[in-house]
């Protein structure tokens, strides 16, 4: 090869990340969670892990910034954190649009998709026929399959599609399937209006319908979407958690996902208490489920946005990203069961760690901070920029709640329901609180007591919060722990 071939290439590299950097760039683009390179993105579909892979496929419309005839994009990532973006996975096909739904290992090769030399990858989603609701029918959202042999790049659907017909249902979608290793059978969870429906299957393809869980129980204000079931084993006894996220009718307005513990027998759910809680106090994670195939370890992933103004809020190009992934706990505390959700470990992107007691301090957005405190009390931290836009957060001891004041925190005339303060009960009982926060450019994710109380919200200052300072007791706190991080969009 000549040497100005050579440097034309080099030159072309070059141009390649540089376009890369200034496409993960724009304002508001976050540096530490995954937004699409381009275009429209909701909820997290067919979460599994393989090969050392994790794969995040997602809803997504490429031909525009708000949601359209539904697509799965597909994205790729080794730790959880930086995120390569592949091709479109499925495409909408003349059964409807490729709704949210999950993706299964199938090991056995139950459904006869595979072959000896490679496992296949089953996709289970929901197809919702725009002309069937357009016509004013109930029967426009059936449940699909397809496989792939090469890891989820490539996809065939089954042409006996679709494998599960709704019963005369306007929603009946969103299925997560998992396989119950006593009872030997696939467990396909889906929301049905405003509860949700279990079916069981030897292979996938023929299901049967098992029971019905919700009516009476929890949040009943909207719809019930996105469900999921994953077994816990808690002080030595198997714990069922079911997640289940609704829109509108959450906590804090809009959409917001509730969850319920109890048992499962491979045939009914039957929760354990009457209580309605919340995986996130916050107002933007939504959709969120666990990724399949992790074993043991359970692994959440949210959609950071709300249907109130998912579709309105000021990015351009792109529009919504992921929460970090949490690992997700179960515990009890007194009678209850309670989720736990905890970062995933962020320390590919630590940068420097700085010790601090101060109460104010430079820095760059994204960053992480640990707070330990050995006695609550009231405290608000304030993020703020140049221009005196500021988020803050902190404790209302009065109310014995966190909260997020997100009302001065930058652009929020898109929706007059986002300047507002919400609060988040704390879980713990404890006199030591420890917290951690992850600040993007433009989210904030609180993880306070191990991940008892979280808050998830996102927010649109018009200069990144680089200022931070405490309205507090300075001796609150006993360690202040501060990691600057890299940004994903550049080479781990
Ligand atoms: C949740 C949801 C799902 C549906 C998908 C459509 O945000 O409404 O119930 O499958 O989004 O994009």
Redesign the pocket.
Known sequence: MSRRMLCSIAFLACLTTLQAQKLYDEPYRPQVHFSPMTSWM??PNGLVYIDNTYHMFF?YFPDSTV?GP?HWGHAVSKDLLHWKQEGIALYPDSLGYI??GSVVIDSMNSSGFGTKAKKSMIAIF?Q?DPAGEKAGTSFFQNQSIAYSLDNGIHWQKYNGNPVVKTPGLKDF??PKVSWNAEQKKWIMVL?AGDRVMFYSSGNLIEWKKESEFGSGTGAHGGVW??PDLIPFVVDGKKIWLLIV?I?PGALQGG?GTQYFTGEFDGHQFISNDTLTRWMDYGADN??GVSFSNTGKEKIFLG?MSN?QYATKVPTVKWRSAMTIPRVLGLKKIGPHYFTTMTPVSMKPLGTSTKLSTGNKINLNVPYKIDFNIPDLHAFTFIFSNSLGQELRIGFDEDKNAFFIDRTKAGKSDFDPHFAVIHYAPRIAKSKKSKLTVILDKSSLELFADGGLTCMTEIFFPEQPLNEWRTEANTNLFNTIQIDQLKSIWTSP
């Open positions: 909701n909820d809803q949601w539904m709704f949210s929901t919702h979608r969103d929301a979407e996105c996220s829109n959409s939504y959709a959609w249907w």
